[in-house]
């Protein structure tokens, strides 16, 4: 393994411990702002980008250290399949951040329904 695979392993590795805590942070927010019934539409979007990207990253890493033998086309397609896959869904997740900047949708928020609970004679 050459300096820039030794390089590159240090960033993808950085990458993906970055993204797995803020994908860990984010639940925890998510978590509580589902309780309140109201979620920030903002950051649905920064939770849906991010999790693209960790997507992204591990396709990546997978691409990057792994080598083909039997089957290697198949293989080939498979990997350019899950980076395309990966590409678009981190497209899209930062198209839908750059629309709610620019229109001021970062301070858009959701209420959600509240469920009413049935009593037990209504149950019946």
């Known amino acids: ?5 030794i390089l590159l392993l240090i960033a993808y590795s950085v990458s993906m411990v970055c993204a797995v805590l803020l994908f860990i942070a984010l639940s925890m ?3 509580k702002r589902f309780q309140r019934k109201t979620v920030s539409l903002f950051m649905l979007a920064v939770f849906f980008f991010l999790s693209a990207y960790t997507v992204k990253m591990a396709v990546a890493f997978w691409i990057r250290f792994t080598s083909a033998s039997g089957g290697a086309g198949v293989y080939a397609a498979l990997k350019s399949t899950a980076w395309a896959v990966a590409q678009v869904g981190t497209t899209v997740g930062l198209l839908v951040l750059t629309v709610l900047m620019y229109t001021k949708g970062q301070d858009i928020f959701v209420s959600l329904p509240k469920r009413e609970k049935r009593s037990h004679e209504d149950s019946h």
């Open 1 to 5: 393994m050459g300096g820039i695979d």
């Open 29 to 31: 927010y998510f978590h």
